[in-house]
């Protein structure tokens, strides 16, 4: 569990850095939420940070696509 622990909070770190240079403030939020819940030792904790980051993720990544306008998962306009 401990290593596990350690993982997660090496993923959302790096996660929460990558999140806020792009912008993405709340899920970099999400990020850190996650991180000191993994860095108090709460499994539990961590768990339940897990769904917000997922949420946050899926609509960062929503804007992202938006922002480069994919649909379908194909570029669209200029990028086709």
């Known amino acids: 569990a401990s290593r596990a622990l350690g993982d997660a909070r090496v993923l959302a770190h ?8 792009v912008g993405a403030r709340r899920l970099g939020a999400a990020c850190q939420a996650l991180e000191r819940a993994a860095l108090g030792g709460d499994s539990a904790s961590v768990a339940g940070h897990l769904g917000p980051l997922e949420a946050e993720l899926a609509l960062a990544e929503a804007e992202i696509r938006v922002a480069l306008g994919i649909v379908d998962g194909r570029p669209q306009g200029k990028m086709a």
């Open 14 to 21: 790096n996660l929460k850095s990558s999140s806020r240079s």
